[in-house]
């Protein structure tokens, strides 16, 4: 699977906009961009993933740039709850096996 | 949505002595569980992959005859540290396929924490 690198840490306020970004130069055109977060002391959540199109469903925004080599989680609405550690995966669809980075920890601040 | 559970959610072992975790898919058949490790302020770190019906596939370093795995119905998987050792103290995560579900995807339980004293 290739390589992905995350800012470690970012804040932001409550109610805003919170973007993630996610860099994977070395994505092959047949790995996908998955997003879990982990709130601490409980297991992963699956939030969203994409091939190349931008992706969006209740919790997040997935915007994938047209190389494919970053991406941007998008947050809308940011609340207390969305505090933790994302983690941005990119994999073939078929090997569910997960590699897991070092992440963002995100602290959403009131 | 799809569910996994952990039991326990925590345990305190003597040094020596064997814990068994379980790992149940409560709405979905789960033909692949998979088994984490995560150390504190650390990644998640995967130990194996459980199979219904067959042998786990350990990764490379995990000892398989310290760490049982039992997958021996679609929704349960068993995780066994045999003699365990304070070194073994962590967080202990499961997670499932749902190969039914509509996104196809895992879903992680909400992990045990297994201090060895």
């Known amino acids: 699977d290739a390589k992905t690198t995350q800012p470690p840490s970012m804040d932001c306020a409550e109610g805003r906009a919170a973007n993630l970004p996610c860099n994977h130069s070395?994505?092959?055109?047949?790995?996908?961009v998955y997003w879990y977060r982990q709130i601490h002391s409980q297991g992963p959540q699956y939030i969203i993933h994409g091939l190349k199109n931008n992706e969006t469903n209740e919790m997040a925004s997935l915007i994938i740039t047209e190389d494919r080599k970053s991406s941007t989680l998008i947050l809308p609405h940011a609340t207390l709850r969305d505090t933790a550690v994302y983690y941005c995966i990119v994999r073939v669809r078929a090997d569910y096996k997960l590699s897991f980075g070092a992440g963002t920890t995100v602290t959403v601040r009131a | 949505g799809a569910v996994v559970s952990q039991h326990p959610s925590w345990v305190i072992c003597k040094s020596g002595t064997s814990v068994k975790i379980e790992c149940r898919s409560l709405d979905f058949q789960a033909t692949t569980m998979f088994w984490y490790r995560q150390f504190p302020k650390q990644s998640l770190m995967l130990m194996a992959t459980s199979n219904e019906g067959s042998k786990a596939t350990y990764e490379q370093g995990v000892e398989k005859d310290k760490f049982l795995i039992n997958h021996a119905s679609l929704t349960l998987s068993t995780l066994t540290v045999t003699s365990a050792h304070p070194e073994d103290s962590s967080f202990y995560i499961c997670?499932?396929?749902?190969?039914?579900?509509?996104?196809?995807?895992?879903?992680f339980g909400p992990g045990t924490r297994l201090t060895v004293t």
């Open positions: 070395t994505i092959s055109g047949n790995e996908y």
């Open positions: 997670s499932a396929r749902d190969r039914g579900g509509a996104v196809n995807e895992q879903y």
